[in-house]
């Protein structure tokens, strides 16, 4: 099963199994990139949010349109951080954003669960690698993608390029055979 990809300068879709590496200044504005990503011709979706609350990205995803009934999101940080949790539909939480291992099983459950065309966004690896470690960080990318490839669907990974050393980059870059690159001036390019 094919995907749109509605971003610019690049493929007007990817197969299914296809994860796209975004590689973002830390201070890049990847909302547009991450919004069109998950509105475009999906049934289901799920964000995997180690950056925000599930208050913030029901926020981010009102503001850009994007279609909350087929939305399930991710909160890593509100347990952490001692924030109240939301309760409803659509909403889980692991207890912190070095819990990589709950990460991946929510995904899991999230693809095995929910059938059609299915998206996952991670936002975004770059913390995950900052809370656990860079090792742990990587095999949990690396469970993710097979994940995608085993259930069809498809997942674009946030990634802010001068947090990580050269080798770790070019590490993941190794890894996703789509990658979508924003510059500092809104430039986007892909590399599929």
């Known amino acids: 099963m094919d ?13 299914g199994g296809t994860g796209v590496l975004l590689v973002h200044p830390s201070t890049g504005e ?3 990139i991450d919004t069109d990503f998950l509105k475009t011709d999906t049934d289901h979706y799920l964000v995997v949010s180690t950056r925000t609350t599930a208050r913030e990205v029901e926020q981010k995803l ?4 994007v279609d909350p009934g087929k939305a399930t999101i991710l909160d890593t940080l509100s347990i952490e951080r001692g924030y109240s949790r939301r309760s409803g539909e659509g909403i889980n939480y692991v207890a912190s954003p ?15 669960t929910h059938d059609g065309k299915r998206r996952v966004s991670v936002d975004s690896v770059t913390e995950m690698a900052y809370y656990a470690d860079e090792e742990r960080a990587r095999r949990a990318v690396e469970s ?14 946030h990634l802010a390029e001068e947090v990580h050393e050269e080798s770790v980059l070019a590490g993941y870059r190794e890894l996703f055979d789509a990658i979508v690159e924003l510059d500092a001036d809104g430039t986007v390019t892909g590399t599929f």
């Open 144 to 157: 993710l993608l097979a994940l995608l490839d085993e259930h069809d669907a498809v997942g674009l990974f």
């Open 62 to 65: 009102d503001h850009y349109g």
């Open 98 to 112: 070095d819990d990589l291992e709950g990460i991946v099983d929510v995904v899991r459950e999230f693809l095995a």
């Open 3 to 15: 995907y749109e990809l509605a971003v610019e300068n690049t493929p007007d879709s990817v197969p």
């Open 30 to 32: 990847t909302d547009r």
